[in-house]
């Protein structure tokens, strides 16, 4: 697997949380280039430097994934980075309270617009 992957370079999205992190780090090392974005740059440096023992091929910015704007302007800086794209995790995610349906709560009761945050975020 390693060889396969060796050179490569993946983004992750959510790579900053969790889950995005441990696909991050098995990436690195596997011998990808790894670019992450999250939401928090605190949580974006932290996962940097954890990374960087790992590859130092990294590279990270804070990102909001539900804008166009910050997706074009990391998908630029990752290009000009590491000259190719060749794998994308979308680890990014959530919920969110206005969004769910409580005890003794229709349906209905929800909030479109919350409803349509989370589906924007998830996909």
Do not use: W, Y
């Amino acid at each position: 697997m390693q060889r396969i992957l060796a050179a490569k370079t993946a983004i992750i999205t959510g790579g900053s949380g969790v889950l995005g992190g441990a696909i991050a780090a098995h990436l690195a090392k596997c011998g990808c280039n790894v670019a992450i974005l999250g939401r928090s740059l605190h949580k974006v440096e932290a996962q940097l430097k954890a990374l960087a023992g790992m590859s130092k091929q990294v590279f990270g910015a804070p990102c909001d994934v539900t804008s166009e704007e910050d997706l074009k302007r990391f998908g630029t800086q990752v290009m000009d980075r590491f000259g190719s794209i060749d794998i994308l995790v979308n680890g990014a995610g959530g919920n969110a309270a206005a969004a769910t349906q409580q005890p003794g709560q229709q349906i209905f009761d929800l909030s479109l617009d919350a409803i349509k945050d989370v589906v924007d975020l998830n996909l």
